[in-house]
């Protein structure tokens, strides 16, 4: 039974897409020192993100609920479904702050002070979407967090470098969630929720998630060349940009069928390429400076 329930959850909280913020948290500890981590970091790092990631859905679909009954596409989710208690959500949750907490006490000093940030990011977004149509950005910023938080982890210290590779990731976020958001047009106008598509009309939603993927690599372009990274690095760049081209050219105001495709395939992808490019400039340092 205990068995069954865990696999519920991580079905409901969609496990697998801790992919989206993980290659980046390595991508992060990576350019820190410009060499492969200790395994003890990246262990930790690992087991921070999953505890970060893991808090945040079980989360949100605590908060979205009711929310989640009404709408067609979310009904069938397992709080809504009763598959899943109140309070079985809630341990789970309390428990991925937990190990949150202590792979940050694991990390270094300052990872574990700035603790209440990390949390008070991940709770806050989920309650924007009731009252900002710029919950997309809060969500962008709370994964964000993964590059910044590794860099910290490992340095124990803020850089300009490492916040801009986490606004990077929140404007690269921000843009495919958007489009995920169109989707719900209908539901959250009637249902007073708040979204760019709802605010704006989808076709003058699809036009600023563009320009959120325009500034994404730009960022990314940034970071390359403040720290002086090499041919790998921008190449992964150049891989990212065909890829958010290629998500738009998927997706248009009329016909949203194959916004799942973009959502999910592209993205997971871009995640993985900018991360395995990174290390491949780290491993074989092709540098232009």
Known sequence: MAFKKIKVFLEMIKF???????????????????RIPAAHDLLWITLAMV???????????????????KNPRTAGRALPRGLLSVRDVYVYT?????????SAYQLSPLAFRLFPVAVAALVFYSYTKR????????????????PLGSWIAIAGRFEVAPVLLGLGVLFWVAGFDVIYACEDYDFDRREGIYSIPARFGIKKALVISAIFHVAAPVLF??????????????????????????????IRPEDLSRAGIAFFNLNG??????????FLDIVFPLRFF
């Open 131 to 146: 009252f900002s149509w710029l919950c997309h950005l809060f969500l962008g910023a709370a994964l964000g967090l993964a």
């Open 221 to 250: 372009l940034i970071v390359g060349l403040m720290l002086k990274l090499g041919a790998l690095y921008f190449a992964g760049v150049t891989v990212a940009v065909g890829l958010l081209f290629y998500q738009h050219a998927l």
């Open 16 to 34: 697998e897409h801790t992919l989206f913020a993980l290659p980046f948290a390595y991508v992060g500890a990576l350019l820190t020192e410009k």
């Open 51 to 69: 505890g970060a990631r893991t808090a945040a859905m079980s989360l949100n679909r605590l908060i979205d609920r009711r929310i989640d009954a």
């Open 269 to 278: 992808l871009l995640s993985v390429f900018m991360f395995a490019f990174t």
């Open 94 to 102: 309390v428990s991925s702050f937990v190990l949150l907490l202590y």
